[in-house]
């Protein structure tokens, strides 16, 4: 994967992915075209299909709401990299299809070149010319990722029924 980076700081949470207001759609194209839409109101003239939201700690705190994942996802973002997640958002992200990758310290900065090796765990800032490693995605998940989320991933693999 490789795209541009759109920088963030600590503890984003769900209502500043996507404001409540705008969760009781099932429109996804509609929950992506308000993204970030009080945390940064210039996101999506700058989004372009798979870049990349860096951040820092704890990002998509606050509710256990899937639809934060899903708009980042329906906005294009390829992946979610930050130095560490929500555990309901990282679970929800991995179970609709959306990378999340956590990282140590970093000085990634906002409009670098990103490249991520989600198999190998690292992830090269080409902007900066530097490599960093990644918490590697444990192997069933990055299956489930390649799937496009959970239930594509059971219709294939299991014996599940929906």
């Known amino acids: 994967m490789k795209g541009k980076v759109h920088l963030y700081g600590d503890h984003v949470d769900t209502d500043q992915i996507i404001p409540g207001a705008y969760t009781k759609t099932l429109d996804v194209d509609e929950l992506a075209s308000h993204v970030f839409e009080y945390l940064d109101t210039d996101f999506r003239t700058r989004m372009t299909s798979g870049d990349f939201v860096v951040a820092g700690e704890d990002f998509g705190c606050g509710s256990s709401r899937e639809q934060a994942p899903l708009a980042l996802k329906a906005a294009g973002v390829a992946a979610v990299v930050a130095s560490s997640f929500a555990r309901i958002f990282y679970r929800n992200a991995i179970n609709i ?8 310290p970093h000085d990634i900065e906002n409009g670098s070149e990103l490249e991520i090796d989600l198999e190998a765990g690292a992830l090269t800032d ?18 489930i990722l390649r799937e496009g989320g959970l239930v594509p991933y059971l219709k294939k693999h299991g014996d599940y029924q929906l």
């Open 97 to 104: 299809g959306l990378p999340v990758v956590e990282i140590g």
């Open 126 to 143: 080409r902007t900066a010319q530097r490599t960093y490693p990644v918490t590697k995605i444990p192997a069933v998940m990055l299956d």
